[in-house]
């Protein structure tokens, strides 16, 4: 497509369920990533794709939190036992190399209640 | 990691006037410098971005300066419109981190 998908656009689930958010990168573009957003503040890292591995994932928050991306185009951010502080944007970026260019889906609001 | 600020948090300048955001980090090695714009319910939109090699890009009426010595970079809206209104994002690349660190933000409204 030409941006990049992100669906649902907004989830609400109950606390303690698991959750899966989709990421449809633009084709091609080999880096993807994963951002978090809570309300008031600037997105955050969660993870860093290039190709079918993660090369950092240095900011998922802890072990619920888990990320593929198994043919190097769609990735899917799972969350397992969501709590209320999982609560937020999940925003998915691609780049053709990973060193410019980012461009951003428009989120999944994840609302946990 | 880049530690990253981004003043002022607020703005508002009246409809035709000029609009300066800046942003400061800390990584000496960042070596791309992007500005975004955020709308209600949708993603972050690149609009405008600048390489460490140069000191400054224009597009229309936006413009970002870039200062690597004193580690800031700017963004210029001149003939602000209403459709300008938003909250816009600094997001310095760190050299070898290939990942963008965000400010905080800054909400622009434009008066009419």
């Known amino acids: 497509g030409a941006g990049v998908s992100q669906t649902p656009s907004n989830k609400v689930t109950e606390k303690g369920k698991y959750v899966e958010l989709r990421c449809d990168p633009i084709?091609?573009?080999?880096?993807l990533y994963w951002y978090r957003q809570s309300l008031g503040q600037g997105p955050e890292f969660l993870i860093y794709f290039q190709g079918t591995g993660a090369a950092d994932d240095s900011g998922l928050p802890n072990d619920r939190f888990f990320a593929v991306r198994p043919e190097g185009s769609v990735s899917t951010l799972k969350i397992q036992r969501t709590e209320r502080g999982d609560s937020a944007v999940y925003l998915c970026?691609?780049?053709?190399?990973?060193?410019?260019?980012?461009?951003f889906g428009s989120g999944t609001r994840l609302t946990v209640v | 990691g880049e530690n990253v600020e981004q003043h002022p948090s607020t703005l508002s300048v009246q409809e035709g006037d000029s609009a300066v955001i800046k942003c400061t980090y800390s990584?000496?090695?960042?070596?791309?410098f992007p500005w975004y714009k955020q709308e209600l319910g949708k993603g972050s939109q690149l609009i405008i971005d600048i390489r460490s090699n140069v000191g400054e890009k224009k597009d229309q009426r936006i413009a970002v300066t870039l200062n690597k010595t004193a580690k800031h970079f700017s963004l210029h809206i001149t003939e602000t419109q209403p459709e300008d209104s938003a909250v816009y994002f600094c997001?310095?690349?760190?050299?070898?981190?290939?990942?963008?660190?965000f400010g905080t933000g800054t909400r622009l409204t434009i008066i009419p």
């Open positions: 084709s091609g573009h080999t880096a």
């Open positions: 997001a310095p690349l760190g050299g070898g981190n290939e990942k963008l660190t």
């Open positions: 970026a691609s780049s053709l190399t990973g060193d410019y260019g980012y461009t």
């Open positions: 990584d000496s090695a960042s070596n791309y």
